[in-house]
């Protein structure tokens, strides 16, 4: 089994950072892709940025110069920080993982964070 905790959200004002952390445990024999995605109220989830086990990176126009996604390889952890927040980045942000597994050893699976909130006051 895989899981990933999320930690590091909460309340900020606009202008204000914060940096989430992710951390995937279990039978993990390869961490491929390490994302954040968010869903602000009444909207559908959206991409923010992805980072590949080589550092390659995928990142949203919305955040692209503000939001900065990183990872340590030997920990299974990718981190998300995000500078100058706007309101408009007011989300439940969930970490996602593309991991191969010993339970699941032929094929990459998809897992999901609980989700961590962000609120960015103005």
């Known amino acids: 089994q895989v899981q990933l905790v999320e930690s590091g959200g909460g309340l900020v004002q606009a202008g204000g950072s ?18 954040w995605y968010r869903q602000a109220p009444g909207k559908q989830r959206e991409l923010v940025a992805t980072i590949t086990s080589g550092g390659t990176i995928n990142n949203a126009d919305s955040v692209k110069g503000r939001f900065i996604i990183s990872r340590d ?5 990718v981190y998300l920080q995000m500078n100058s927040l706007k309101p408009e980045d007011t989300a439940v942000y969930f970490c996602n993982a593309r991991i191969v597994s010993s339970i699941s050893p032929l094929r990459e ?14």
Do not use: D, E, F, P
């Open 109 to 122: 699976n998809t897992y999901w964070g609980q989700g961590t909130q962000v609120t960015v006051s103005s």
């Open 18 to 35: 914060l940096r989430l952390s992710c951390a995937a445990s279990g039978s993990i024999l390869s961490n491929n892709v390490m994302g």
């Open 73 to 77: 390889n030997a920990k299974n952890t």
